[in-house]
């Protein structure tokens, strides 16, 4: 018997509820001496309120122990003042980097941010419906992907959705990404520029989205040079893959003098794989990694790598948010920068 899965009802609207010490908004502006209405403008987030008044009203709310009923505004409203951010791989030294620029731009813009995180090996798809439930402003996908019928439906809801670091090729939704491309082929150009012809590609997961855009964009710019790599190896976006994949170059006596790594994690491993072999860091070749996490510029590894805009691409990516819910979905693509260390 097949059995068929439905999105739970959203809750029916509600007026507002006063809190169960009594306290309302009209309480703190009595407290604050000033109109309620410079109150529900500190609360909502929106219009200018002076910084002395919104001092006064804070000291006030306090004092009362007044907090805001944000679950009756949005269902008041139809929409909160939450922004969701939807991830996965959370121990990656990549994503918090990601999450905390994300929760501080957000911050900024007066917004909250609700993260939705998804374990290992569970689908992401399922952490979207929950983000509505929550009658968000808007969700934003970050370093993950999302399926094309499910990005799709949430667009319809009305909920504005974009992409960070990723893209649905159906355009389904809006998406912000760093230019791999740009990056992979200016590393392969700088190689050939150094006198490197004795290349490697150590790569990620072999069908992540990531690791095949930076291995193929690596590759041809390779041959656009008549080079042809010595040897092209993919595991996972790991510190333990890359330096397996170290010690792998030395049993083969794979003769490389110049690896480029399809992100930072791994090139970081690569390096200490290098480091407890005879001869240390100064047997191991050129290395260079992608995304310029704060790892990188350790004094153990000062790895060269190609830094990833996060900064412009979450703003733009906020900015998306802001737009109609029926905007035509467009793709941005940031080019980033070759980070120059010690390791290259």
């Avoid at 070759?338 to 290259?344: A, I, K």
Wanted: aromatic fraction near 6%.
């Amino acid at each position: 018997m097949s059995t068929q899965r439905t999105t739970p009802a959203l809750p029916k609207s509600r007026a507002p509820r006063a809190q169960k010490n009594g306290n309302t908004q009209k309480d703190v502006a009595r407290e604050a001496g000033v109109s309620q209405s410079a109150v529900s403008r500190v609360f909502a987030g929106r219009g200018y309120v002076a910084a002395e008044v919104r001092q006064q009203i804070e000291k006030a709310a306090r004092k009362l122990g007044y907090l805001p009923d944000m679950a009756a505004r949005s269902l008041v409203k139809g929409r909160s003042n939450i922004v969701a951010v939807v991830t996965s791989n959370i121990t990656h030294p990549f994503v918090p980097q990601m999450l905390e620029k994300m929760t501080l731009a957000i911050q900024r813009r007066g917004q909250e941010v609700l993260l939705l995180n998804s374990p290992p090996g569970q689908d992401i798809d399922r952490q979207l419906p929950l983000a509505l439930r929550y009658r968000v402003k808007g969700i934003l996908i970050a370093n993950v992907s999302i399926g094309a019928r499910i990005a799709r439906q949430v667009r319809q809801s009305g909920t504005p959705i974009v992409m960070v670091n990723r893209y649905v090729e159906e355009k389904a939704v809006h998406g912000v990404s760093c230019d791999n491309v740009h990056g992979s082929r200016l590393v392969a150009y700088d190689f050939i520029a150094a006198g490197k012809r004795r290349i490697a590609y150590i790569g990620g997961l072999p069908d992540s989205p990531t690791n095949v855009v930076r291995r193929d964009a690596f590759l041809q710019a390779l041959r656009e040079q008549g080079v042809t790599p010595e040897v092209v190896l993919e595991g996972a976006f790991s510190h333990a893959w890359g330096y397996e994949a170290a010690g792998i170059l030395r049993e083969r006596d794979v003769p490389v003098d110049a690896v480029f790594c399809g992100d930072d994690m791994v090139a970081i491993g690569m390096l200490d794989g290098y480091r407890g072999m005879p001869g240390g860091l100064g047997s191991a070749p050129s290395i260079v990694g992608f995304d310029d996490i704060p790892n990188a510029s350790w004094p153990p590894y000062m790895l060269t790598t190609y830094s990833n805009p996060l900064d412009r691409m979450i703003d733009v990516a906020l900015d998306l948010l802001e737009q109609p819910a029926d905007l035509t979905p467009v793709r941005e693509v940031l080019q980033g920068e070759l980070v120059r260390r010690g390791s290259f």
